[in-house]
């Protein structure tokens, strides 16, 4: 009975799939659009998302989607996007619309400068109650660079506290929009979405460009691993078309395959059989690795490739922030190893190396796009599979140039020369990653926020004030290893809450920086190692020795806790031994019993001293770390 049932809706969905086909053949290329919407974090994008999808039927209002298209678990708890996602829509059986969702973090800005390469037009969404944020003005500038339409649109109009009016002013005044151009919508409510903002996309977002009757070629947009079809890679065709069964070749890896599978995305994968010229939808390529999809690749028909031009391709995504990973107690490094494996495969932009620690023991290197990102992969990690890591402080890479030209980029704290390696070793220079910083503020916060930048070893660039006049906007640059040391979370607190953080690569510059080692009984805990500006050496430290008592046990021995950097001890503590009264229990007068109680406490001693460890446990790395 089940199994019938099972059947039947596998028919049904087979149809439905035949209809959307049938439907989707029915309308020319003229009437597809290609756009993205594109905004700073929290200001309604994934909410617009879901609008647009019920008013065009993918979704129906009843179901109560909230948020379709942030797919994974983490995205949902947190309220955030962090891997854009696309779906097509059909209005009124006329127009084709598809949709590139983006992320909003700062960490995940090379997704939206993929998604907004690959689109022809994009939905530029300010949030009514905050106006223009950082991220606002940091996605306006890419979208105009890589010149597609832009749609400025106000959200959230139905809150009480917004401030229309005074947004448009700034909309107007700094992102040099029409005061006609502007279209005020709520995503909540839906207000004027289908009025308003459904005609705009169709009116100013240019259809798509292409040879239909060309050699095909795809431009890869994004790929995710999926544990039964593999990977799946989404692509926008741009010229000619593909269908089930074609053979194709990379021509990024000139690696060839045969497509499995073609589709659109409906919001999920929903097969169509062939994709033609202005379509965005997937393939199933039959590709084992993930890392084989080059996003930014051209595909082409296998034995065509000479016959059509290769797209530049997009830049790479390097992962600028590290972290030491260790399994907690009593949990298997190697099915650890396992989850986090399975976890990259859908997560190219993670890097992982192996790592000994004499501290922690076997485990990992991971490298993240940001300090999010290393917080949300960690979250994932835990909610997904249930494991437990003890996770390091996020470190940068540092760039050593020596004399003979040659460089070598330091991931790992404990790996950074000390100052006799740095002789010996003909150092010329070593350096630190900076970023160009983006922070908007409410004018009265200026001072204290250019303090901020200062005592973080951050350099003062622009200062603009809106001509709204209650909001500033600060451009600077700022070492990324103090971005990295909660810069944002001291910003907010010192704003409560009101200052926007956006920020861009902005290279190498030298930097007067060392190693600082945690030493326990003249042992080195390396897995802490730290590297810290000379100037913040002491004061770190003092801080760290401290810290790191409080969190050790009284041991049976006495323990001193060093901070050193350079060959110097800097700060020092001490724990006084636990004297464990081995003869309290004992009536006096039993001498041969207390000797022999004496020589084994001696013997225990010995042991213990021979084997020079003290007991560290790993709550205590664990509090440490979290501090
Ligand atoms: N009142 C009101 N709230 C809205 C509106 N649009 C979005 N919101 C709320 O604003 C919050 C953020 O919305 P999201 O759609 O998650 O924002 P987002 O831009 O996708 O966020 P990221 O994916 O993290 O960048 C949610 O609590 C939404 O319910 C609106 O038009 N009116």
């Known amino acids: 009975m089940l199994r019938m049932k099972y059947v039947a809706s596998i028919g049904h969905i087979s149809r439905l799939h035949h209809t959307i086909q049938s439907r989707i053949s029915q309308i020319p290329i003229e009437n597809y659009r290609i756009f993205s919407i594109v905004a700073h974090i929290d200001h309604g994008k994934s909410t617009l998302s879901d609008r647009l999808l019920e008013i065009t039927g993918v979704i129906t209002k009843e179901a109560k989607n909230e948020q379709v298209l942030d797919k994974l678990e983490v995205e949902r708890s947190r309220g955030i996007t962090i891997k854009a996602q696309n779906c097509s829509m059909l209005y009124k059986d006329k127009f084709l619309l598809q949709l590139i969702d983006t992320p909003g973090h700062v960490d995940f800005r090379d997704e939206v400068r993929r998604a907004v390469f690959a689109v022809d037009g994009a939905i530029l969404l300010v949030d009514a109650s905050k106006g223009v944020q950082a991220q606002t003005v940091a996605n306006f500038k890419m979208a105009k660079e890589s010149t597609v339409t832009l749609i400025p649109a106000i959200n959230k109009i139905d809150l009480p506290n917004s401030e229309v009016d005074r947004v448009e002013k700034q909309i107007i005044q700094e992102l040099g929009f029409e005061k006609n151009e502007i279209i005020k919508i709520s995503s909540k409510t839906g207000l004027n979405i289908q009025e308003q903002l459904?005609?705009?996309?169709?009116?100013?977002?240019?259809?798509?460009?292409?040879?239909?009757?060309?050699?095909?070629?795809?431009?890869?947009?994004?790929?995710?691993?999926?544990?039964?079809?593999?990977?799946?890679?989404?692509?926008?065709?741009?010229?000619?078309?593909?269908?089930?069964?074609d053979k194709i070749v990379s021509g990024q890896t000139r690696k060839k395959y045969e497509v499995k599978k073609v589709g659109i995305m409906y919001p999920n994968e929903t097969p169509t059989g062939t994709l033609t010229t202005g379509q965005v939808g997937y393939i199933i390529p039959g590709m084992k690795n993930v890392k084989d999809a080059l996003l930014g690749d051209t595909l082409f028909h296998l034995g065509q490739e000479s016959k059509a031009k290769l797209l530049p391709g997009f830049k790479e995504t390097k992962p600028m922030v590290f972290v030491g990973a260790f399994p907690a107690d009593g949990i298997d490094h190697k099915i650890i190893e396992d989850d986090?494996?399975?976890?990259?495969?859908?997560?190219?932009?993670?890097?992982?190396?192996?790592?000994?620690?004499?501290?922690?023991?076997?485990?990992?290197?991971?490298?993240?796009?940001?300090?999010?990102?290393?917080?949300?992969?960690?979250?994932?990690?835990?909610?997904?599979?249930?494991?437990?890591?003890?996770?390091?402080?996020?470190?940068?890479?540092?760039?050593?140039?020596?004399?003979?030209?040659?460089?070598?980029?330091?991931?790992?704290?404990?790996?950074?020369?000390?100052?006799?390696?740095?002789?010996?070793?003909?150092?010329?220079?070593?350096?630190?990653?900076y970023v160009e910083v983006l922070t908007s503020i409410p004018t009265e916060y200026v001072g204290c926020v250019i303090q901020l930048i200062e005592n973080n070893r951050g350099e003062q660039k622009e200062l603009n004030y809106l001509n709204t006049e209650d909001q500033a906007i600060i451009k600077y640059y700022l070492p990324l290893a103090?971005?990295?040391?909660?810069?944002?979370?001291?910003?907010?607190?010192?704003?409560?809450?009101?200052?926007?953080?956006?920020?861009?690569?902005?290279?190498?510059?030298?930097?007067?920086?060392?190693?600082?080692?945690?030493?326990?009984?003249?042992?080195?805990?390396?897995?802490?190692?730290?590297?810290v500006h000379r100037s913040q050496v002491q004061k770190v430290g003092k801080e760290w020795v401290k810290n790191f008592r409080e969190y050790l046990r009284s041991q049976l021995y006495e323990v001193v806790i060093q901070a050193k950097y350079d060959g110097k001890v800097i700060a020092r503590e001490t724990i006084k031994a636990r004297k464990k009264d081995v003869l309290a229990k004992l009536h006096a007068s039993d001498v041969s019993r207390r000797k022999k109680l004496l020589a084994k406490q001696k013997e225990g001693k010995k042991q213990l001293k021979s084997i020079g460890n003290i007991q560290i446990p790993q709550d205590a790395y664990q509090a440490f770390l979290r501090k």
């Open 482 to 531: 103090e971005l990295v040391d909660d810069f944002f979370g001291k910003l907010k607190s010192l704003t409560r809450g009101y200052a926007t953080l956006d920020y861009d690569d902005a290279g190498y510059k030298d930097a007067d920086v060392v190693k600082l080692e945690l030493l326990v009984n003249g042992k080195s805990l390396d897995a802490l190692s730290k590297v």
């Open 340 to 433: 986090i494996n399975r976890l990259i495969l859908n997560d190219r932009s993670v890097e992982l190396h192996r790592e000994t620690s004499n501290a922690l023991g076997q485990g990992w290197r991971l490298g993240f796009l940001g300090s999010l990102h290393a917080t949300v992969f960690k979250e994932r990690l835990e909610k997904e599979y249930g494991s437990r890591l003890i996770i390091c402080q996020p470190s940068v890479p540092y760039l050593i140039k020596y004399i003979d030209d040659k460089d070598q980029l330091i991931k790992n704290p404990s790996e950074f020369p000390n100052s006799t390696s740095r002789r010996t070793t003909r150092i010329k220079t070593i350096q630190e990653p």
């Open 198 to 245: 459904l005609p705009a996309i169709i009116e100013s977002i240019p259809s798509p460009s292409g040879n239909t009757n060309g050699p095909f070629r795809g431009l890869l947009i994004d790929s995710w691993y999926d544990s039964y079809q593999g990977v799946i890679l989404l692509i926008r065709v741009l010229d000619g078309f593909i269908k089930e069964g």
